[in-house]
Antibody, heavy 120, light 110 residues
Framework: QVTLRESGPALVKPTQTLTLTCTFSGFSLSTSGMCVSWIRQPPGKAPEWLAL???????YYSTSLKTRLTISKDTSKKQVVLTMTNMDPVDTATYYC????????????WGQGTLVTVSS | EIVLTQSPGTLSLSPGERATLSCRAS???????LAWCQQKPGQAPRLLIYGASSRATGIPDRFSGSGSGTDFTLTISRLEPEDFAVYYCHQYGSSPPEYTFGQGTKLEIK
């Protein structure tokens, strides 16, 4: 059974760095073709893809946000971590991690998401 | 970056009716790497269709996807009460990967 769960602070201040952890089970990120993405969704808006890390430790980022994002994985802990620097109120959103398999496919399993509010 | 435009923004229908949702891409989506997701309030998106026309595991056959190139359609043949939700198309075929989502179509009960 595949599950993913996001964890991190619910509230961050402007200019701070956000660190989110995705803890997953039911698959291995060292298996060929497996990927984990971070996707966010501001309230009432469409999802926005942020970053992806694959089984080979290759990393890909949204062009518009790449200077602020870092994605990494700990295969043994079954965790993927996303950091986003210089947080702003417009970054207020629900942040999801999601799994894809067989390469860079549409995610087939999503976590329940974690709401991050950026406010002073 | 491929921009996806969905129409209509809101679709008002009754249970039992047929729903047709549209997604148009700003440039051709390679290998039809176009997916549809359903999202209900307070829940994560759920994958319905991938590869433009393949149903994901456990998705009822009243959901079908079609299209190629820049024009794609999600059809729900007979609406059930649980189908009223927001639907997003999203493309994932670019290399290097840079997934994009449409702005969504809200399917509401008439």
């Amino acid at each position: 059974q595949v599950t993913l769960r996001e964890s991190g602070p619910a509230l961050v201040k402007p200019t701070q760095t956000l660190t989110l952890t995705c803890t997953f089970s039911g698959f291995s990120l060292s298996t060929s073709g497996m990927c984990v993405s971070w996707i966010r969704q501001p309230p009432g808006k469409a999802p926005e893809w942020l970053a992806l890390i694959d089984w080979d430790d290759d990393k890909y980022y949204s062009t518009s946000l790449k200077t602020r994002l870092t994605i990494s994985k700990d295969t043994s802990k079954k965790q993927v971590v996303l950091t986003m620097t210089n947080m702003d109120p417009v970054d207020t959103a629900t942040y999801y991690c999601a799994r894809s398999r067989d390469g860079y496919n549409s995610p087939d399993y999503w976590g329940q998401g974690t709401l991050v509010t950026v406010s002073s | 970056e491929i921009v996806l435009t969905q129409s209509p923004g809101t679709l008002s229908l009754s249970p039992g009716e047929r729903a047709t949702l549209s997604c148009r891409a700003s440039q051709s989506v390679s290998s039809n790497y176009l997916a549809w997701c359903q999202q209900k309030p307070g829940q994560a998106p759920r994958l319905l269709i991938y590869g433009a026309s393949s149903r994901a595991t456990g998705i009822p056959d009243r959901f079908s996807g079609s299209g190629s190139g820049t024009d794609f359609t999600l059809t729900i043949s007979r609406l059930e009460p649980e189908d009223f939700a927001v639907y997003y198309c999203h493309q994932y075929g670019s290399s290097p990967p840079e997934y994009t989502f449409g702005q969504g179509t809200k399917l509401e009960i008439k």
